[in-house]
């Protein structure tokens, strides 16, 4: 490489797409080392949220038989590339699926039956994570998050255990490889009502008062700090709507960088928090009738912002926010409702833009 500062090549390259960067791996060793340094990952996905590069759709078959996954780029608010199929590069266990832990920085953490992965899908890279040796056992249900500690550089993944009066909570530093016990969850008389988000240096749960069916919170931890949080949600957001214990009918998700809580039933409401940390900034984002079949997960909005797009457990849909008109999804000519013949019939979805990232500790 041409005797340049470290810095203007990282500079030069963070211009690069992923897909570039990872064949130029195969230049030299020299650009192989310099691809691979760490700052260049953080540097290239700043710089893809800056310039709001097109953003891919990875899809998450709710089948444990199913050994893959998709993925889908949208060049703009009307056009969608190929559905591309994307093999596992690990086994799962038998009969158990794999659920979404968190994503962040173009990194997604699953939960893979009692173990945990840390996956890159830009680059087909993946790294497991040990259980917990905090925990005895690990419940099919348990809560908790991952997300970026930018001030220690390092990733982390949380996890919490209902021990019934009190809730342990473990965490996991992928920069020194260990797990430790950070305090409990201090926020008493709640219950973990969402897996956590990532926001802002900071992971996000939806909580919900243990007896108060009408009262839910925002609860926080700090990944720097690793010090956790609240703050309040206005009841009109809930009213009426909480009424079985068993049944998790909200969510929580970010959406263009913004907190989003919406509701997973027929006639499905989103409520988005337009300044962060202010519970008054809560704005309502859409409300759909109950024509529709289930109630839908938002996943960003258009690049006008007048427009949303949707996500229920079948298909993917463009909602307008100003006259209600909705456009399904269409790649190379076909209608995505599980009619494509690789397509899963139920799956999940997680926006993210490519990275760079190795996953070395």
């Known amino acids: 490489m041409p005797d340049l500062p470290a810095e203007l090549w990282i500079n030069i390259l963070a211009r690069l797409s992923t897909k570039e960067l990872v064949r130029l791996t195969c230049v030299s060793k020299e650009w192989n080392d310099t691809i691979q340094d760490p700052q260049l990952a953080i540097t290239q996905f700043q710089r893809s949220i800056k310039t709001k590069s097109h953003p891919t759709i990875f899809i998450i078959p709710y089948s444990p038989i199913m050994s893959c996954y998709f993925s889908l780029n949208f060049f703009d608010d009307t056009r969608s590339g190929k559905l591309l199929r994307i093999k596992l590069p690990w086994q799962h266990p ?17 939960r893979d039956g009692a173990c945990f992965l840390l996956w890159n899908p830009s680059i087909r890279k993946f790294k497991r994570i040990p259980s917990s040796p905090f925990s005895i056992l690990w419940y099919q249900n348990s809560y908790g998050g991952f997300g970026y500690d930018s001030v220690n550089d390092d990733y982390k993944l949380v996890s919490f255990m209902d021990c019934g009066t009190y809730c342990l909570v473990h965490m996991y530093s992928l920069k020194s490889r260990t797990w ?9 008389k709640f219950v973990v009502h969402s897996m956590g988000v990532f926001l802002k240096g900071t992971l996000h749960w939806l909580m919900r008062h243990e007896t108060d069916d009408e009262t839910m919170i925002i609860g926080t931890l700090d990944l720097v700090s690793e010090e956790f949080c609240q703050f309040t949600l206005p009841i009109h957001m809930f009213h009426g709507d909480i009424s079985d214990k068993n049944s998790i009918r909200f969510d929580l998700v970010v959406v263009e960088g913004y907190l989003c809580i919406y509701r997973k039933e027929c006639g499905s409401t989103a409520w988005i928090m337009r300044e962060y940390g202010v519970p008054e900034s809560w704005t309502m984002l859409y409300s759909l009738d109950n024509n529709w079949i289930d109630g839908c997960k938002p996943l960003m909005l258009s690049s006008c912002g007048k427009m949303v797009l949707l996500q229920d457990s079948h298909y993917l849909v463009w909602y307008d926010l100003r006259n209600g008109k909705r456009k399904t999804v269409r790649i190379d000519g076909m209608i995505l409702f599980g009619f494509h013949d690789d397509m899963p019939k139920c799956f999940d979805a997680i926006i993210s833009v490519g990275s760079i990232h190795h996953l070395q500790s």
């Open 94 to 110: 038998p009969l158990v699926r794999d659920i979404i832990f968190g994503y962040c920085n173009g990194l997604v953490c699953m």
């Open 180 to 188: 430790k016990r950070i305090q409990d969850l201090p926020i008493k």
